[in-house]
């Protein structure tokens, strides 16, 4: 199957970011359905360069949209891992909720553990179980009965925002996993409404800070704008 259309955010001789569109895997499931990383490597090879294999360093969710990284050189790619598993890179998503998100701001910590009742979902479990895990959440704007966050990852388990954002009784709309109201196309929502947003980092290779973000998603809805993150 051949790849789909890449939009490339960055690039350069040693990593590239890349705006991942809903229902695209990262990496190959056996299936033989194109991925985000085959896209890359087209892109590469399109460019003359059929020799990088492109690794990916980061992870999405298949209905989550947004920034991944990847690396182009083996030799910086301990690095760039180090950064992404790390505290020091900031990872910032848009989430929209059904009704009005009632704090400013609020840090989730709560430790990740996987649901022994269904092996597709993760829960926020008691103290000493599961793994830490900390979200920082800032509410952006309230329109039309839906809320717009902006979700700070500190640390990144699997559906650590879903998980999180559901555990306040507030799952994120699209989410049928855990309990999120269905998007309506009539709002202009599509899917799962979580986008990885932007990033900033230091280049592995050089150290320059990087401040990395994608389009505007507008699948999130037409009541909101780059406007509202301000």
Known sequence: MSAPDLNVIYADDVFLAADKPAGLLVHGDGTGTATLTDAVAAHLASAGRVGVRPQAVQRLDVDTTGLVLFSLDPATQPKLDAEVAGRDMRK???????????????????????????????????????????????????????TLLKVELVTGRRHQIRVHLASLGFPIVGDALYGGARADARRGEEGLLLHAYAEELAHPATGEPLSLKTDWPFRLGASWSPVDLA
């Open 92 to 146: 910032v998503y848009l989430a929209v909720v059904a009704g009005r998100f009632p704090w400013a701001e609020k840090t989730i910590d709560a430790p990740i553990g996987r649901d022994r009742h269904d092996a597709r979902r993760m829960r926020a479990a008691g103290a000493g179980q599961g793994k830490p895990a900390q979200t920082r959440v800032r509410k952006l704007a309230f329109k039309g009965g839906r």
